[in-house]
């Protein structure tokens, strides 16, 4: 690195190393702490944002983790500072995380800006804690470095390999089919959460995790390690050495998230067989460090990227066994003659120096290039009358058969009209039928939740059906498989073409020329349009109407229009 910052170009220095009112009431207020002069003032400050909470299970470690990294902070020279933040637990948190995925955002970019902080300790790994904390640390722009909550160990059940997500969906089909026993499906429930740590199979939080490290925000391999191995716990203290070394060097995020650093992390998640979750969130990440990212261009490089990680749900294994085959390094080894190792990252290293020396050591859990687990890409973004603006399907994790398909609608205006129906035996369903679900964007759901995965009719599951074309504007898990359709945009509760599909409709599906088509006639579907009635807003106050005012569309990142970049920088706060 060239230059090394001066203590007093710190930007804590304005709070705590001048000599004036204002610094007295901050030092004087650390002295309450029981720290010294010898704690501040030469010193980077360091804010650890951490999502730990009591109702968060993928981040219940953590709280120790955070002593981890404040104790490789001391080490450095730095003085730490832990900050709590949103904590967004996947499973617990109602309508869906994704409604705060954007607040977390905006709570950590004001965190850092409000306090006297100059770099940023990102802690996270469920879900959108990941894009959530690094869209905030973006637009932040101070240096900042990822700590990744790490997938938990494997599940289990009569000897059989558990995975989260993936296994309660496939486990839930055979109770319904009546295959398994309620004590069998009460064991899977004790058996299937072993450990603290995120979900273990290729689900969005594993998906952005190892998404966060091609991007260069996180210590190499880091992103692979299961969360209670104590190279996680090694891990953490050492990203608290680094931040410290990161703030002298000046190593900002812009330094790191350029154009060709995004095409890594897409070309990662690719590789990965990574969650459709990732369109949204990195296309938001990039649009926050100034990088128009467009849909198509998952869709050009999911043409040249195959799945070559073999985890579930396009894939046999575990996020365990990929941590043991060699991880992200051996899996960006494998990728090299197709990355850009010129990128920096936040080691200091480029991408080259990062890997150097990484080998595959089970060749079955993370396969060559010429050698992918699926003939089919992890995403393929398909185009036409019924989804404009594009919408989203992941064909490695879906039955083959179904990717050139034609039939006719079976339409659910919404969640709980399609909850009343489902079970129903007299439903009028076949296995050609496509399910049709509205008003599960990002407006209609609101917050665009996780129903794309629409059960199969429990009559065809009776019959031994396991997968059919379904198509929404919601997203699914990314631990979720079959022949989904998702994010379709623009939604139907603005009003997009999904809004004006009606029962009987036959909708096309052709996944190798990336198009989907409502067969009917533009005449029609004027006609349709001209009728249809917006629905009312959701909210009449608070966060939810603040979101339904400035959230955008799925192929635009569902950022809020005001987060946007717009060129201008935020001021720093003015401190008297
Ligand atoms: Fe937290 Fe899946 S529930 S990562």
Redesign the pocket.
């Known amino acids: 690195m060239a230059t090394r910052k001066k203590p007093e170009e710190l930007r804590s220095h304005r709070w705590l190393g001048v000599s004036d009112l204002r610094s007295f009431g901050h030092r004087s207020r650390l002295r309450q702490y029981g720290f010294d002069h010898v704690d501040w003032g030469k010193k980077p400050v360091i804010g650890i944002i951490n999502t730990w909470s009591d109702i968060?299970?993928?981040?219940s470690h953590l709280r120790q983790r955070a002593e981890e990294v404040k104790r490789g902070v001391y080490q450095a020279g730095g003085f730490p500072i832990e900050l709590p933040a949103m904590s967004l637990?996947?499973?617990f948190v109602k309508p869906t995380t994704m409604l705060y995925r954007n607040f977390l955002a905006m709570e950590t970019e004001e965190l850092l800006r409000s306090h006297p902080i100059d770099g940023a300790v990102l802690m996270g790994?469920?879900?959108k804690t990941t894009p959530g904390l690094v869209m905030g640390g973006i637009s932040m722009g101070i240096p900042m470095i990822y700590v990744p909550?790490g997938?938990m160990l494997r599940g289990n059940w009569q000897g059989k390999i558990l995975g989260?997500?993936s296994d309660t969906w496939k486990y839930w089909d055979e109770k319904r089919a009546g295959n398994i026993t309620e004590e069998d499906w009460n064991e899977i429930e004790a058996g299937i959460a072993r450990s603290f740590?995120?979900?273990m199979t290729m689900?969005?939080?594993?998906t952005m995790m190892a998404i966060a490290e091609a991007l260069g925000l996180v210590l190499p391999g880091f992103s692979s390690i299961p969360a209670p191995d104590s190279n996680h716990t090694r891990m953490s203290a050492v990203s608290g050495r680094r931040i410290v070394e990161m703030v002298w060097e000046d190593l900002t995020p812009d330094k790191i998230i350029t154009k060709e650093a995004v095409d890594n992390a897409i070309k990662v998640h690719m590789a990965m067989g990574g969650s459709t979750n990732a369109m949204v969130h990195v296309v938001a990440m990039a649009r926050r460090a100034g990088i128009d990212l467009k849909l198509k261009r998952f869709d050009e490089l999911s043409r040249e990227i195959p799945v070559i990680a073999n985890v579930r749900p396009s894939g046999k294994y575990l996020m365990e066994d990929f941590y043991y085959a060699g991880g992200i390094r051996a899996l960006m080894m494998e990728l090299k003659d197709k990355l850009d190792l010129n990128c920096m990252t936040v080691s200091g290293k480029t991408v080259a120096e990062n890997i150097q020396g990484a080998k595959v050591h089970n060749a079955d859990v993370i396969h060559g290039l010429s050698n992918p687990i699926s003939k089919e890409p992890a995403c393929a973004i398909l185009t036409g009358n019924l989804a404009p603006d594009g919408c989203v399907i992941k064909p490695s994790a879906a039955d083959p058969r179904l990717l050139k398909h034609k039939g006719p609608a079976l339409v659910f205006e919404d969640y709980n009209h399609m909850a009343s129906l489902i079970d129903r035996d007299d439903l009028d369903v076949t296995a050609d039928h496509v399910l049709v679900l509205k008003n599960g964007g990002p407006q209609g759901g609101p917050g665009m939740p996780e129903w794309g995965m629409l059960p199969v009719p429990t009559k065809l599951v009776k019959q031994g059906v396991r997968d059919m074309m379904r198509v929404s504007d919601a997203r699914m898990?990314g631990?979720s498989y079959g022949c989904c359709v998702l994010h379709v945009s623009p939604e139907s509760f603005v009003g997009g073409p999904l809004a004006f599909v009606k029962t009987g409709d036959m909708i096309e599906v052709d996944v190798p020329a990336r198009k989907i088509h409502l067969h009917i006639s533009d005449e029609e579907m004027a006609k349709r349009k001209a009728a249809w009635k917006a629905p009312e807003k959701k909210y009449p106050r608070g966060y939810g109407a603040m979101f339904s005012e400035h959230i955008g569309q799925a192929h635009d990142g569902c950022d809020f229009d005001f987060l946007k970049v717009t060129g201008e920088k935020v001021p720093e706060p003015e401190i008297h």
Not at 56 to 59: A, P
Not at 203 to 206: F, H, I, L, Q, S
């Open positions: 968060n299970t993928c981040h637990a996947e499973v790994g469920c879900d909550a997938p989260s997500g740590g995120t979900c689900g969005t939080a594993a898990s631990t």
